[in-house]
T-cell receptor, first 115, second 116 residues
Framework: AQKITQTQPGMFVQEKEAVTLDCTYD???????LFWYKQPSSGEMIFLIYQGSYDQQNATEGRYSLNFQKARKSANLVISASQLGDSAMYFCAMREGFGNEKLTFGTGTRLTIIP | KAGVTQTPRYLIKTRGQQVTLSCSPI?????VSWYQQTPGQGLQFLFE???????NKGNFPGRFSGRQFSNSRSEMNVSTLELGDSALYLCASSSGLAGVSVKEQFFGPGTRLTVL
């Protein structure tokens, strides 16, 4: 079974609209962390937001928020008021356990913002 | 604070050659992880080094190796290059403290390797 599943290969969104990128995960480890990264065409992976499995509140970072539904094993990224510069690939990733930094990535979603 | 740096940024090699890539983590970070990104396989974990010791290893052949120096800088080596090794190689830096839920991992700009 895939550990991280991103079911939306591509999305087109009008500028200034909110967008939700889906991510579901699979792990039996009670301690895990979920990450979202943005990868523009330049190739660099830009860290956006983190959610720990024990965190009670959904993470937020500026225009980014993470809709964490633990029972459903989903960690969707919400981008509010999208901008043209948000056009990029977005990856969801998971780290399982402590003392180990290995990230398992999903296949990504290509987001295109339309002016 | 300087970010993660990787050198070189671009590399062209021929089959059978070997290559060494370098990664300098963020100051104070002791964990460096390496990833290979290809269109077909996506992002795959190669290995992680913490305090000069390999702490975790992905499912890659022995041609892929790495090491970490006392200043936390890390190198990755690929011997006997194959066409399929053409990829973007990314390294990630974090504090890597055991028993602590590390909330950030920062990536470098990557090294784009082309094998002809």
């Amino acid at each position: 079974a895939q550990k991280i599943t991103q079911t939306q290969p591509g999305m087109f969104v009008q500028e200034k609209e909110a967008v939700t990128l889906d991510c579901t995960y699979d792990t039996s480890d009670p301690s895990y962390g979920l990450f979202w990264y943005k990868q523009p065409s330049s190739g660099e992976m830009i860290f956006l937001i983190y959610q720990g499995s024990y965190d009670q509140q959904n993470a937020t970072e500026g225009r980014y928020s993470l809709n964490f539904q633990k029972a459903r094993k989903s960690a969707n990224l919400v981008i509010s008021a999208s901008q043209l510069g948000d056009s990029a690939m977005y990856f969801c990733a998971m780290r399982e356990g402590f003392g180990n930094e290995k990230l398992t990535f999903g296949t990504g979603t290509r987001l295109t913002i339309i002016p | 604070k300087a970010g993660v740096t990787q050198t070189p940024r671009y590399l062209i090699k021929t089959r059978g050659q070997q290559v060494t890539l370098s990664c300098s983590p963020i100051s104070g970070h002791r964990s460096v992880s390496w990833y290979q990104q290809t269109p077909g396989q996506g992002l795959q974990f190669l290995f992680e080094y913490f305090s000069e010791t390999q702490r975790n290893k992905g499912n890659f052949p022995g041609r892929f190796s790495g090491r970490q120096f006392s200043n936390s800088r890390s190198e990755m080596n690929v011997s006997t290059l194959e066409l399929g090794d053409s990829a973007l190689y990314l390294c990630a830096s974090s504090s890597g403290l055991a028993g602590v839920s590390v909330k950030e991992q920062f990536f470098g700009p990557g090294t784009r390797l082309t094998v002809l």
